[in-house]
């Protein structure tokens, strides 16, 4: 079945960075689009970004325009999401998502917390 396990999640001071990693397992997954969302406390969910199957196009939101960076490795089944510097808006808890075709729909990661603080 379809699997994304996200890990990178933690405490990280405002001006640093962090690097979010997705596992996937289950799908054909070079084939597949990947984003991440993450959902501020109280919040709903939001994409953060976006990356075609093949790497390229990227889209970001705005929020994260400019320190953001969403890469895949399509050997390793793996989806990245860099982020710097840090704000403590982007404190959230941050999914992996897959768009899998032919009406499947969108499976989720359970998530990983990110909390930037001093």
């Known amino acids: 079945q379809v699997q994304l396990v996200e890990s990178g999640g933690g405490l990280v001071q405002p001006g640093g960075s962090l690097r979010l990693s997705c596992a996937a397992s289950?799908?054909?997954?070079?084939?597949?689009?990947m984003s991440w969302y993450r959902q501020p406390p109280g919040k709903e969910r939001d994409v953060v970004a976006s990356?075609?199957?093949?790497?390229?196009?990227?889209n970001y939101a705005d929020s994260v325009k400019g320190r953001c960076t969403i890469s895949r490795d399509n050997v390793e089944n793996k989806v990245y999401l860099e982020l710097n510097p840090l704000k403590p808006e982007d404190t959230a808890v941050y999914y992996c998502?897959?768009?899998?075709?032919?009406?499947?729909?969108?499976?989720w990661g359970q998530g990983t917390q990110v909390t930037v603080s001093p």
């Open positions: 998502a897959a768009h899998l075709p032919y009406g499947v729909g969108v499976r």
């Open positions: 289950g799908f054909a997954f070079g084939a597949v689009s």
């Open positions: 990356i075609s199957s093949l790497g390229y196009p990227t």
